[in-house]
């Protein structure tokens, strides 16, 4: 059939509305097999690798996944927990917060966690809030910068989703919140709150994830949404155009990426004598393998190799109260219009 079998509704159940948090994605366990398995969906996505998809696909097929995967469970098997990927852990942790903020303030809507790439997969979880009753459902992907490679492709998947459906809810995007005040305060707050219990650099530096650098002549609005984060974030902090910067990290392959790059940068202030400096990643919602391996473990030893003398990371928003309820007005303002209130006999 080339659309899916509807699920058994009672007709006398209310209609619900849900939310769909959406992250990047994770491998099921921090072995070569399970990496490989996440790296073919992730780097097999043409939003994500943007060359002719012959020749991408044989270099994929043919050269990374024979070799890569088990160099990327090598780094994820460092920051594993008993509970799993910390990627995973965080966002379905957000999920059940989020539900509890919406719900205390009067509006208990159902909330899942998704990811683009891995489990729960997008469309299990958009399977899952049909046959709950949902008849709205709020997309909501944890990118605070829009990217072609990141939120269109959660729209993507969710339009493939669709395809498949007899009977669609309404659908709405979040497509970013790079400039939300709440967002800004809440990395604030984040902040502030690590150089109260450690004291302040000498230099903060704000590190984004990187993409390469032809698609801002493309029209993708990824490094504008970059910087104006950025700079919101040193003004909140009160800080001077001498005492932090900005750089991108997560370099893939031998094309120019955005610049300048977060590792090298790292060195040359090392090399420089800064004193102190601190690393915060404003793009990442939720600390992962970019922030806790790369950040935290390999820039850390490169910059201590160049001779730096203190490095200290920042921790992500993950849990942090002024975030969830951030994120809880986000997601209001999405919802207007809507119906969210206590369902009858529920």
Known sequence: MRFQAEPAVDPRQPQRTGILLVNLGTPDAPTAAATRRYLAEFLGDPRVVEIPRAVWLAILHGVILRTRPAQSAAKYAKVWTKEGSPLAVWTARQAALLRGYLGERGHPVIVRDAMRYGRPSLAS???ALKAEGCTRVLVLPLYPQY?????ASVVDAVGAW??????????RFVNEFHDDPG????????????????GRPDKLVMSFHGVPARTIQLGDPYHAQCRQTA????????????QWLLS??????RARWLE???????????????GRVDVVCPGFISDCLETLEEIDMEVRQAFEAAGGREYHYIPCLNDQPAWMAALAGLAL???QGWPTGAVPGA
């Not at 967002?183 to 450690?198: F, H």
């Open 162 to 171: 669709a395809a498949r459906q007899r009977r669609l809810p309404e659908l």
């Open 248 to 253: 991108f990290q997560s370099r893939f392959g």
């Open 183 to 198: 967002y800004i305060e809440a990395l604030a707050r984040r902040i502030r709150g690590y150089w109260q219990d450690n």
């Open 231 to 242: 700079h919101l974030l040193a003004a909140r902090l009160g800080l001077d155009d001498g």
């Open 125 to 127: 979880q958009l399977d």
């Open 147 to 151: 990217s072609a490679s990141t939120t």
């Open 260 to 274: 300048p790059y977060t590792q090298p940068t790292l060195e040359r202030l090392a090399r420089e004598g800064v």
């Open 333 to 335: 303002r999405h919802l």
